[in-house]
């Protein structure tokens, strides 16, 4: 019951706040915008940096849990984009590829994240980065070009703009900070305690900001356009991929904490990236941002169950709390 306490009930009041505070007006509908931001490029960047260079590099380079990242995504990913295309057929690859990545991928940044930091401590972050870091090197790059070929049938301007997007994406604040920390775990330099109070101290935002940020984000209008899709997409998302993403684990004989991580990932909402890129090529970005929102709600309940079973399953996985 301590992991309840502790952790799940405080966790459920803060995106309550921030649900409340929109709801009733106490915040700004901007508030959300703001605080998403803030986490971003301030608070996220911060935390993942001096995580990254203050661990060894054996520490970071979880190959098993790399691999059974990429195995996990895959399989759902594919089947969902072949679906879309034999289910609408006058819709193009574009948006079924985008439907495929709402369906499989998780907020892995924003709420897989903080919520691995929070019970998991600095090992948990370095599997949320490690997560985070393959979709935006492999599956978004996928996404945008298909995305990028549905609109432009020039070859070359195809190229121009999935170049151009992957550079962008290769800037993102979260991975850049990555990078930049593995290569100073890399040179093996000693962090000042400046340094390290000042990014440690940042970072420490990063989950009740996200947390708040998630529950104020919460739309109703959206989910009630689209609920019978949404309905379909939302059960795969919070079932379904959890459950392929525990099989990899099993069959590639992860350990509990890398297998924990795996089956938090795949259990988080839809990423938000998900509605931004509809939003950018014009691909129906209310059913994104109701299934952003329908699969927010249900994984109020679903994550913490995880969470529960997980700690019942392995009392010691949590003992690292945080750090």
Do not use: R
Not at 68 to 78: L, M, R, V
Not at 187 to 193: F, K, Q, R, S
């Amino acid at each position: 019951m301590e992991i309840v306490v502790n952790i799940l009930i405080p966790m459920f009041l803060i995106m309550l706040t921030g649900f409340l505070c929109i709801h009733f007006k106490i915040l700004p509908q901007e508030t959300p915008h703001f605080l998403i931001s803030f986490i971003f490029n301030v608070a996220a960047p911060a935390l993942i940096f001096i995580g990254m260079a203050t661990a060894p590099l054996s520490q970071i380079f979880h190959w098993n849990f790399i691999f059974a990242t990429i195995i996990a995504i895959a399989i759902c990913f594919f089947p969902w984009m072949f679906f879309i295309k034999k289910c609408y057929p006058q819709k193009s690859t574009g948006f079924a590829a985008l439907i495929a990545y709402s369906v499989s991928l998780g907020n892995s940044a924003f709420i897989g994240l903080p919520i691995l930091v929070l019970v998991a401590g600095s090992k948990g972050m370095i599997l949320a980065v490690v997560s985070s870091v393959i979709v935006v090197s492999v599956f978004m790059p996928s996404v945008i070009y298909f995305m990028n070929k549905s609109i432009n049938n020039n070859t070359e301007k195809v190229k121009y703009g999935v170049l151009k997007d992957v550079l962008k994406i290769f800037k993102n604040p979260i991975v850049l900070s990555g990078f930049l920390g593995i290569l100073y775990s890399a040179a093996n330099l000693p962090m000042p305690a400046v340094a390290k109070s000042y990014f440690t101290t940042l970072g420490s935002a990063l989950a009740p900001v996200a947390l708040f940020a998630v529950g104020a984000g919460i739309m109703w209008a959206n989910i009630k356009d689209y609920w019978k899709i949404l309905s379909v997409m939302s059960f795969f998302k919070m079932i379904i991929c959890p459950a392929i993403a525990y099989l990899v684990a099993v069959l590639l004989h992860l350990n509990n904490l890398e297998t924990f991580a795996l089956v938090l990932i795949a259990a988080v909402p839809s990423p938000k990236t998900a509605y931004i890129l509809a939003e950018e090529y014009n691909f129906e970005p209310e059913l994104m941002a109701g299934h952003i929102a329908l699969t927010t709600v249900i994984g109020v309940v679903t994550i913490f169950g995880l969470i529960l079973f997980a700690s019942s399953v392995d009392p010691t996985l949590f003992k690292a709390l945080p750090g």
